[in-house]
Nanobody
Framework: QVQLVESGGGLVQPGGSLRLSCAAS????????MGWYRQAPGKQRELAAT???????NYVESVKGRFTISRDNAKNTVYLQMNSLKPEDTAVYYC???????????WGQGTQVTISS
């Protein structure tokens, strides 16, 4: 089992910044991928950014240049620094953990990010 605890969501004005954190605990595989997915109202959940334990990152096109994902392997924690936020970034952001070869797959409880003036 892997437990994921998220923090850092909230309300911010357009152009502002937020930093999300997700701490994993439990049976953590040495080789894993952690990341953030997001789900806006009425839309499907989509990948925002992921990072492997080796540091390889992947971003959805719409956040490239604005979001930065990073991780502290010693703390089993992944971060998402979100800058130049736009109203269309409004969503529930879910932390995700995938073990070696993509399994097992765990989700956090989600944290609301709202961009509004």
């Amino acid at each position: 089992q892997v437990q994921l605890v998220e923090s850092g969501g909230g309300l911010v004005q357009p152009g502002g910044s937020l930093r999300l954190s997700c701490a994993a605990s439990g049976n953590i595989a040495r080789s894993n991928t952690m990341g953030w997915y997001r789900q806006a109202p009425g839309k499907q959940r989509e990948l925002a950014a992921t990072i492997t334990s080796g540091g390889t990152t992947n971003y959805v096109e719409s956040v490239k240049g604005r979001f930065t994902i990073s991780r502290d392997n010693a703390k089993n924690t992944v971060y998402l620094q979100m800058n130049s936020l736009k109203p269309e970034d409004t969503a529930v952001y879910y932390c995700n953990y995938r073990g070696t070869f993509g399994l097992p797959n765990y989700w956090g409880q989600g944290t609301q990010v709202t961009i509004s003036s």
